[in-house]
């Protein structure tokens, strides 16, 4: 039967957005989506709303604390730099003279973070960051607007706020290099304000702040990620779902240019479409395929207070520190680093001493006891070579899609990547052209 015959057959029933059969079945193929963090659920809520059914594997458990629980909350059409930018290996290099830094590369043998770091250097040229800024502005604004979608459809159960976010200096070489990316925004029709530490005071005078200005980007906005994950993940579960827990991916079966089944711990699963949203452990499962998607795992870690009387109304990204900070509900998420050092598990004591310096040094009124007692989470952002998510279908394949890599932005990024995959999944052309996201660029 076609889709049309099938159509025909069984008229769309559409309620809340979600296009199912009049006798409560699909329309559409059968879809495994492996990885259920917000890259994989966001494209098992687009799927679904397509008539797709969705199987979702997950090497983890339903009440998990990955990535996209733990990160800093922020929706950022701002962050059109990629990772990847002329200056950033000459800084970090700088910054790993300091145990206490923003960035640090655990020394070890490994050819994989050679080739990375190699890859890195060549693509933080001028001419890609100026062909990377306006796809990046582009998926930025798509996914706020993704997340205003969420609102109108479930309420807001997530904690939007639309305040958008401040980039805070307390250098002047700081702020002078924060006025070049404001003129970059404009030139790409995004406001950007330049404020003095008196007028940024007057926006946000909640907190105190020693600063010689800031950049506020009025279209960026935050969220609570726990909550807009489970969210999310109940959104998934009541249109369909089959979850498929605490499975790890083992291998696959392909027959020719098609994948016929992932094998996994608890079995085999087969479908007609696969969608690789996996985050940093994307790389290695794709390594049976001849797909090669380099990444490298990025530690960062964050603390949230929990209740506070002390914290900033707008969230906002110490500049020369390298810490985000974002209000959530009656607290406060304090988050940064970004640790080189493979699959290590644990916390390095360096890496949070230096994020809650960071933090007196522009709030004076912070101090280390605010953090007393507070446990501090650590997570794996999956960095591609040249700090652009790895989307689209693979030339070896022709019913594998890509979707990871989304480094420091992938709950910003989640959702419209999830509506492109589910386009992709759809035979239909993808509303945000994906060229320079070409998961074989490195093939």
Request: glycine content about 12%; aromatic content about 8%.
């Amino acid at each position: 039967m076609t889709r049309s015959e099938c159509i025909g057959r069984y008229p769309e029933r559409v309620a809340g957005g979600w296009a199912v059969r009049t006798d409560g079945g699909f329309m559409g193929r059968h879809v495994l989506v492996v990885g259920a963090g917000v890259v994989g659920l966001s494209t098992a809520y687009y799927a679904l709303r397509k008539g797709h059914r969705v199987t979702i594997v997950d090497r983890s458990g339903p009440d998990r604390d990955g990535t996209s629980y733990g990160n800093i909350g922020m929706i950022t059409p701002s962050h059109f730099v990629p990772l990847a930018s002329p200056g950033m290996v000459q800084k970090g290099l700088r910054w790993m003279r300091s145990p206490e830094s923003p960035f640090y590369v655990h020394p070890r043998a490994d050819l994989d973070l050679v080739r990375w770091g190699w890859n890195f250097h060549r693509a933080a040229t001028p001419e890609r960051v100026r062909a990377a800024a306006p796809l990046l502005r582009d998926l930025g604004r798509a996914s706020r607007a993704c997340y205003e979608d969420f609102v109108a459809a479930h309420g807001d159960t997530f904690g939007l706020r639309r305040t958008g976010i401040l980039m805070l200096c307390n250098t002047a070489h700081g702020l002078e290099e924060e006025v070049k990316a404001a003129v970059q925004a404009h030139a790409l029709g995004m406001e950007a304000r330049v404020l003095n530490a008196t007028e940024t005071a007057q926006l946000d005078p909640a907190m105190r702040m020693d600063i010689v200005g800031a950049v506020h980007f009025p279209e960026d906005a935050t969220l609570t990620p726990g909550r807009f994950m489970r969210s999310l993940q109940q959104w998934v579960a009541d249109a369909g779902a089959e979850f498929v827990w605490q499975a790890d991916v083992q291998g696959w079966r392909t027959s020719g240019r098609r994948i016929d089944a992932v094998e996994t711990s608890q079995g085999p699963r087969t479908a007609d479409e696969f969608a690789l949203c996996a985050g940093v452990w994307s790389d290695g499962m794709t390594r049976g395929l001849r797909v090669r998607i380099p990444m490298q795992p990025g530690k960062g870690y964050s603390m949230t207070i929990e209740k506070t009387p002390r914290r900033p109304n707008i969230a906002a990204i110490l500049v020369e520190g390298r810490v985000a900070v974002t209000p959530m509900g009656e607290g406060v998420r304090i988050g940064g680093t970004m640790e080189l050092a493979g699959l290590r598990q644990g916390v390095d004591d360096n890496r949070v001493r230096g994020i809650l310096k960071s933090m007196a040094r522009y709030y004076p009124d912070f101090t280390p006891e605010d953090v007393r007692g507070v446990p501090v989470w650590f997570g794996f952002r999956p960095l591609s070579p040249d700090g652009l998510p790895y989307l689209g279908r693979t030339k070896l394949y022709d019913n594998l899609t890509v979707a990871a890599g989304h480094a420091m932005v992938g709950l910003s990024l989640g959702p419209i990547t999830g509506k492109l995959v589910s386009e992709l999944l759809s035979g239909e052309p993808p509303s945000i052209p994906l060229t320079l996201l070409d998961p074989d660029r490195y093939a």
